[in-house]
């Protein structure tokens, strides 16, 4: 090995043989310099004593009112909502299949009509056109948003993801655009997910905005020989706004935060495959229809009981539209009147998680202000959530 000197001389002595072994710190070799004035280096030792450790006092500065985040109301000011441009009734479904017609498929599921993607359409099309009409309805653009949480359980690939796919296409050419953008994989309930994200996102800091997107084409992935499902599914996307500012757009509703729950099941009770893969939606419709209701019931009083209101002091209650059986038995069991429960499922079928918003675009220009309205989902996995939400 190389030895390097402090000093400059005549080595004269080798103090040491090759191959011996010494401790740290032996001299090696004595030197001959002319240098008067030397800077003598401490010697090395292996015994480095007993350490003394003292604790060491840290001043902690006092949080001071003024460095607290201030908690706003968050507030949805706008949907915009987007359909499959293949409008289809229950007849055009029907055809070559000779077991059900369509009053049997409207007394089974309450579903009429539904709409699918057609042509060049896909669930990335849906989302980027339900955030432009709503960036164009808020008169924003995507730089006036802090952060995108998308809800979707039919995405076109698992990364990029769908948020960052939408991100990317409404990016501009030149340059980039940067935010927190994910999605969020919870069946029917990923409305309500999605929210709580945003809810939490906006506590942290309430100027920021927050886009909240579902997207959901199911239709590929139906099972045309399987007529208990293949009526129940249709494609669609939405976009909400989230924030802290009163913009007074098209719903105008202030969020109390969702509560969420899930319980594992065997993925064969309700199971949607990945895109592309050439399977089909598979359901056991008696166990969903037991477990929806009951969870969704359960989870709906949760929410108000957070909000300190029953679930009969609520003006009106809705429910993930999944199926008309369904949404009258959670009627019938907590002793609703027909009015106060939220039923459209005629008109566009099971859309998934799009199916709440989809509900507050049209019911909420129809309610009073500071009217309490319930929202409660179940979706598979099985996963829920339930908010109550008030009208401003």
Not at 21 to 41: C, Q
Not at 152 to 159: E, K, S
Not at 188 to 217: F, H, S, W
Not at 293 to 314: G, H, T
């Amino acid at each position: 090995m190389e030895i390097s000197s402090p000093v400059s001389g005549i080595v004269e002595e080798l103090f040491l043989a090759e191959g011996d072994s010494v401790d740290v710190g032996t001299p090696l070799a004595r030197i001959v310099t002319e240098e008067t004035s030397l800077i003598k280096k401490p010697v090395t030792k292996d015994d480095p004593g007993t350490p003394i450790l003292e604790k060491q006092t840290v001043a902690v500065p006092k949080v001071g009112k003024t460095t607290a985040v201030e908690k706003k109301p968050v507030l949805i000011s706008s949907i915009a909502t987007v359909l499959g441009s293949r409008h289809i009734m229950n007849d055009e479904l029907l055809k070559g299949h000779g077991e059900w017609d369509s009053e049997a498929i409207r007394s089974r599921t309450g579903c009429e009509e539904r709409y699918w993607i057609t042509g060049d359409e896909n669930v990335e099309t849906l989302a980027v056109k339900a955030v432009r009409n709503l960036l164009e309805m808020e008169k924003l653009s995507l730089a006036d948003i802090d952060a995108i949480v998308c809800s979707t359980g039919t995405p076109l690939m698992m990364t990029p993801s769908l948020a960052c796919r939408v991100l990317k296409e409404l990016s501009p050419a030149k340059g980039e655009i940067l935010m927190q953008a994910h999605d969020v994989s919870a069946a029917c309930a990923g409305y309500m997910y999605a929210l709580q994200n945003a809810v939490d996102i906006l506590r942290d800091d309430p100027a920021k905005k927050v886009l909240v997107i579902t997207a959901e084409t199911l239709s590929p992935m139906v099972n045309h020989e399987d007529q208990k499902t293949v009526a129940l599914f249709g494609d669609a996307a939405t976009a909400s706004l989230v924030s802290c500012e009163p913009r007074g757009g098209n719903v105008n509703i202030l969020v109390n935060r969702p509560v969420l729950s899930a319980v594992g099941v065997d993925q064969k009770v309700l199971y949607v495959p990945h895109m592309g893969t050439g399977e089909k939606i598979e359901m056991e419709g008696l166990t969903v229809f037991k477990i929806a209701v009951r969870k969704m019931i359960d989870i709906l009083a949760e929410a108000c009981e957070n909000r300190n209101v029953s679930v009969e002091q609520l003006d009106k209650i809705v429910p993930h539209q999944a199926n008309e059986r369904i949404i009258e038995a959670i009627r019938k069991t907590i002793h609703c009147p027909p009015e106060k429960m939220f039923n459209h499922i005629r008109k566009y079928a099971n859309t998934s998680s799009n199916t709440i918003p989809f509900a507050l675009v049209e019911l909420m220009p129809q309610m009073k202000k500071d009217a309490l309205v319930g929202l409660t989902a179940f979706g598979g996995g099985f996963t829920f959530g339930a908010a109550v939400i008030e009208k401003q």
